[in-house]
């Protein structure tokens, strides 16, 4: 007898549906957790009169009632969906590069459409043509892979075949001329960590369908509500959570999981674990090199450390109005040109393109009256960061993030004079606060080649099951139904069916 | 056809196949990253610092400066104004009291922790009275945001502190004239005595020979022969010493008092609260005495606390929960110990407890029955989950 049906490693996103699912199907389930607070990503943090959210700023596949999208289906199986409270966004972008351009895309096909083709009426047909085709493929996507149509062949689904593993820059380029309305259509790749030129079509497609048809989503008091309400699904269920406490050794017995070891040094009998951290820690801290099956590395060994983020926290002591604030969601670029600005990832010299988001403009309690919240992240790799010396860390953050300000003020001038509090957050607070190489919360970068459609994943470790953005793609959406998924595997595993 | 069949008939798919059997060919050997994260924050954010007593530097007759050295031989880096929260163990009981640290920060060698006696301090008394140089602690590292920030505040800096709410100022100041940076300091510091004031000798001398450093002792109960300013940081003597109040950040840390005393005075000489930062202050003495304790309740009363999976424990009303764990022997991870930051967060499973002001509880928290335990006072049995 086990001292527990299946052990969840980390309570971040992916971890607590896993969790959830696991406590509802009956399966006698422990939740190890290092921080005091559960979430990983999906956290907030107090500052004066402020609590920021740390990670959430376009939730998508929610949907609404009447048309549910798929994430709502999975938080409507975990019983959470009377206990949060999930803001819907009208509009999806504004678009800014100071002097030459200024779009606000709606969440809706025509309003989008016809917003692209007022700013670029020559290219009006072609704008049409391409959100038709963006449909059209992704409707094939979802009868092949997420329905699994039996009878799926290249000539009854001859887009899906075509482009879905196609660089969305090929076709970008295929439909447009203008790189301004390139980058308008494409904005959405930061949320990926890639630029067009490596994303799959399927991901575009993907990212563009689904924001306009379910909407962008925020959630009332942040996504620490939902990281709460799941937990308390998951303890109602008779789940035990032990915050402060992380796991130090997944043992295997005959290849298969065994035990884990808590860092406290408890021994803990198990013949399921769902892991929720890296990749590499996992089998670098957790299983063991020695043990931990050679294909697992090289599996690994074409994979790269994705993105992580130079993150402002910003508490403002005037209405989002006073700074000309009109929109939740803003991306201000400093150019057009998205390969390069790809590359400035890597570098702490100047911002390429940053968002700018706003939360009171969707939820006006996102603050105390007559103050707003705002976020501003500039995706960036670790390396530079890495390379600062301990001493000249702070002065690097302030000098960065004073860039950062230069070119939020270009589009909201007067800005800096109305900051209350801020809050710097770089790769390295990723690391420290997730414990991921590389602070990359989006996981491995997802380049043609790291598709699931080329790497099906396979599991080697009887018992072993992985959750949340190393073992999906990066973002809210995926991480969440990635537990889930990951949870009822498990529950099959135990031979628990769920309920 | 399988799945696996029809998605190699996807245009690209032996591309990408390809692209991957090469990179993972020449690719990353990830067994190099194992302990990498860790090694790397223990030289940003240890998660636990080994300090020994170098030197115990006499201040005044209350309040010495406790000279910690590394015991590994390395500190990390922290911004003046930033505190560690120090671990003591006497009698079995563990506990822990964070402190400013004093030094400036280019001092790599040691933090300097300056300790004031507090009446009943269970741990001043035993960090003024027993400790002597040799003797080891365990330390948080460097923590909390009462610190200079450039992204928004003014180069003019007021330090209004109180008693031995001097010490975070000591670290700036000492870091401002130094180094010679391009920042004012004025200091309007309050102490009751003339021989209360906590580095008097070093601010005189310091303002003495720096331009960019102005230093104002405030004594409340002056001797006859006081030459000092007298009386209470208010908006006049504010005025006084500082003529120009504009393009100022103002910083506050003392005792909750002051903070209840010096907010209406800045608001007076029209100091928007953007321009106020403030320091965490510890639990009040007398917590009975807070505004919204319960009266019917004595800090006396005495209740149960069970902990899901743990024991039970004793624990007084007049006393924190946190403090009454750890009398117990429970572990609970703090750190500012002022209701903030959130380490000793517990959830309450039944019974109620009161919650000072000044406690930042998140939103969703509150809705859930989170309490941070260093900031709430059992006014019932309870049972509580850590």
């Not at chain 2, 190099?32 to 610092?49: C, F, I, N, Q, S």
């Not at chain 2, 007084?316 to 500012?336: F, K």
Request: aromatic share 10%; glycine share 10%; with cysteine.
């Amino acid at each position: 007898m086990s001292d527990f049906d299946a052990i969840v490693i980390g309570a971040g996103n992916g971890g607590l549906t896993a969790a959830a699912t696991l406590a509802k199907g009956g399966a006698k389930t422990l939740l190890l957790e290092r921080h005091n607070v559960p979430g990983g990503c999906a956290t907030s943090f107090c500052r004066g009169r402020f609590e920021f959210e740390v990670a959430l700023h376009q939730l998508s596949g929610m949907g609404d009632e009447k048309f549910p999208g798929p994430l709502r289906s999975v938080l409507h199986g975990l019983d959470v969906l009377d206990r949060v409270e999930f803001i819907p966004m009208k509009n999806l972008y504004r678009l800014v590069i100071p002097g030459r351009l200024d779009i606000m895309l709606p969440a809706d096909r025509n309003g989008t459409v016809e917003a692209l083709q007022k700013r670029f009426p020559a290219e009006s047909a072609k704008i049409r043509e391409f959100y038709d085709l963006v449909y059209a493929f992704f409707n094939q996507l979802i009868s092949v892979f997420y329905l699994r149509d039996p009878e799926a062949s290249r000539e009854k689904y001859p887009l899906y075949f075509k482009y879905a593993l196609a660089s969305s820059q090929e076709i970008l380029d295929e439909y447009f001329t203008d790189p301004l309305l390139k980058l308008t259509v494409a904005a959405y790749w930061g949320y990926m960590g890639v630029p067009p030129r490596f994303l799959t079509f399927s991901d575009l497609a993907a990212l563009i369908f689904a924001y306009i048809e379910f909407k962008p989503y925020h959630i009332r008091n942040g996504s620490q509500a939902l990281s709460n309400a799941l937990i308390e699904t998951f303890m109602n269920n008779g789940g035990e959570v032990r915050f402060n406490c992380g796991a130090a050794k997944i043992g295997l017995r005959d290849g298969a999981v065994a035990e884990v070891v808590t860092d406290r040094g408890e021994r803990l009998t198990t013949g399921c674990v769902v892991s929720n951290i890296s990749t590499p820690v996992m089998y670098n801290e957790l299983i063991g090199i020695e043990s931990t099956p050679k294909e697992k590395y090289e599996e690994m060994r074409g994979s790269t450390i994705g993105p992580s983020s130079f993150t402002l926290y910003i508490g403002m002591d005037c209405t989002p109005a006073e700074l000309g604030i009109g929109e939740t969601t803003n991306f201000i670029a400093a150019h057009e040109d998205m390969d390069r600005a790809f590359t400035q990832m890597r570098d702490i010299d100047e911002p390429a393109m940053i968002l700018v988001s706003c939360y009171n403009v969707s939820d006006p309690g996102a603050s105390p009256d007559g103050t707003c919240q705002i976020a501003v992240v500039d995706l960036q790799y670790a390396e530079p960061w890495l390379a600062v010396p301990p001493s000249l860390y702070a002065s690097e953050k302030y000098r960065y993030a004073s860039k950062v300000l230069d070119l939020v003020e270009r589009v909201f001038p007067g800005f800096r004079k109305h900051i209350e509090e801020i809050e710097v957050a770089t790769p390295l607070t990723h690391i420290r606060y997730l414990g991921h190489p590389g602070g990359a919360f989006y996981g491995f970068d997802q380049y043609a080649k790291d598709s699931r459609l080329v790497n099906p994943p396979v599991q080697s470790i009887a018992g072993l099951f992985h959750a949340g953005s190393w073992a999906a793609e990066g973002g809210f959406q995926p991480s969440l139904t990635s537990g889930s998924s990951a949870g009822r595997a498990a529950l099959k595993h135990i031979g628990k069916r769920g309920r | 056809m399988s799945s696996k069949d029809f998605m190699k008939q996807i245009e690209g798919f032996d591309r990408a196949r390809e692209e991957m059997r090469i990179c993972r060919k020449y690719g990353i050997d990830y067994t190099v990253e194992k302990g990498r994260a860790a090694h790397l924050m223990e030289m940003l954010h240890p998660r636990v610092l080994h300090l020994r007593v170098g030197a115990v530097i006499r201040e005044t007759a209350t309040a010495s400066t406790l000279r910690m050295v590394p015991v590994d031989g390395y500190l990390p880096p922290f911004q003046a104004g930033q505190y560690i929260n120090l671990f003591i163990e006497k009698n079995g009981v563990r506990t822990s009291r964070p402190y400013s640290i004093s030094s400036a920060p280019h001092q790599t060698g040691y933090y300097d922790i300056t300790v004031r006696r507090v009446e009943n301090g269970f741990v001043s008394d035993i960090l003024l009275d027993t400790v002597k140089p040799g003797d080891e602690f365990e330390s948080t590292s460097p923590s909390g945001n009462f610190y200079y920030n450039p992204l928004y505040h003014e180069k003019s800096m007021v330090c209004l502190a109180g008693g031995s709410g001097v010490t975070p100022f000591m670290s700036m100041i000492r870091e401002v004239t130094d180094r010679g940076l391009d920042r004012t300091i004025h200091l309007i510091y309050g102490s009751r005595g003339e021989d209360d004031i906590i580095f008097h000798e070093e601010l005189k001398d310091r303002a003495a020979r720096y331009g960019n450093f102005v230093y104002a002792p405030v004594i409340s109960e002056p001797s006859k022969s006081c030459s000092e300013l007298s009386g209470f940081i208010n908006a006049d003597l504010m005025r006084k010493v500082l003529r120009d109040t504009g393009s100022k950040t103002f910083y506050l840390c003392g005792p909750s008092g002051m903070y209840d005393f010096c907010m209406p005075e800045l608001e007076k000489i029209g100091i928007p609260a953007r321009r106020v930062r403030r320091e965490m202050f510890g639990p009040p003495r007398d917590i009975t005495a807070e505004p919204g304790w319960p009266k019917e309740v004595s800090g006396a009363a005495e209740f149960s606390v069970s902990v899901r999976g743990g024991k039970a424990v004793k624990a007084r009303a007049g006393e924190s929960l946190l403090s009454a764990l750890e009398r117990a022997g429970v572990v609970v991870p703090a750190l500012c110990r002022c209701g903030e930051c959130s380490m000793c967060r517990v959830k309450l499973l039944s019974g109620r407890v009161f919650e000072p002001r000044g406690v930042l509880l998140r939103k969703s928290d509150r809705a859930c029955g989170y309490i941070h335990s260093c900031a709430a006072y059992p006014l019932s049995d309870l049972e509580i989950m850590l």
